[in-house]
């Protein structure tokens, strides 16, 4: 147990389906991040929440919707996805007053996209 | 512009040999580096992290890396790997000037044989 905790942990949903990822953490931390991870691609940044304001959205489709209504909580919400969207969903976060201690990740969702 | 390579992309190596993991950088100033590692289906790990100081640091689980400024460099080393060691491991520098945002490596998978 890392501190960031992710749910679900698999995902397999049709292409016409709406889901939510959730990602939650209690330490303290005012930064939320969402990255995907596919096979044999470095790490993409999705999204970054400071201080649950989203300050960063890397040119990622509108059927991916971020939320952070709190700055524990940060949501992922999909809809109409498609199968190239399968892949690993990683949530990390950080203090935004302690660039030196990293991240910590939670462990992620696997989405599969049928 | 701010950048890190791993050129390794896969490094195999036998139970109880030592481990070099290679990692350059490119940033403008004092960077912060991290290891992480990420285990088959899980999330990052932060092995360890470089900030100031001692350019020799030591994190969890037996690793240490070296920080090499002539060089550019942040290599991880372990002297002698075990099996539970087989994992991808990503380095990271950051966070980039004016955001919060790390840069992650493109990862070195590592197995190990028995």
């Known amino acids: 147990e890392t501190g960031v905790t992710q749910t679900p942990r698999h995902l397999v949903m049709g292409m016409t389906n709406k889901k939510s990822l959730k990602c939650e953490q209690h330490?303290?931390?005012?930064?939320m991040y969402w990255y995907k991870q596919s096979a044999k691609k470095p790490l993409e940044l999705m999204f970054v929440?400071?201080?649950?304001?989203?300050?960063e959205n890397n040119s990622v489709p509108s059927r991916f919707s971020p939320e952070c209504p709190n700055s524990s909580h940060l949501f992922l919400h999909l809809h109409t996805l498609q199968p190239e969207d399968s892949a690993l969903y990683l949530c990390?976060?950080?203090?935004?007053?302690?660039?030196?201690?990293?991240?910590?990740f939670g462990s992620g969702t696997r989405l599969t996209v049928v | 512009a701010q950048s890190v390579t791993q050129p390794d992309i896969h490094i195999t190596v036998s139970e109880g040999a030592s481990l070099e993991l290679r990692c350059n950088y490119s940033?403008?100033?004092?960077?912060?580096l991290f290891w992480y590692v990420q285990s088959p289906g899980q999330g990052l790990q932060l092995l360890l992290k470089?900030?100031?100081?001692?350019?020799l640091v030591q994190g969890i689980k037996g690793f240490e890396a070296e920080f090499k400024r002539s060089q550019s460099s942040f290599n991880l080393r372990k002297p002698s790997v075990h099996w539970s060691d087989a994992a991808e491991y990503f380095c990271?520098?950051?966070?980039?000037?004016?955001?919060?945002?790390?840069?992650f490596g493109t990862g070195t998978r590592l197995k190990v044989l028995a």
């Open positions: 330490l303290g931390h005012n930064a």
């Open positions: 990271a520098v950051g966070p980039t000037s004016g955001t919060y945002k790390y840069i």
């Open positions: 940033y403008g100033a004092t960077p912060y």
């Open positions: 990390a976060s950080s203090r935004l007053d302690r660039d030196r201690e990293g991240y910590t």
């Open positions: 929440y400071s201080l649950e304001e989203r300050v």
């Open positions: 470089y900030f100031s100081g001692d350019t």
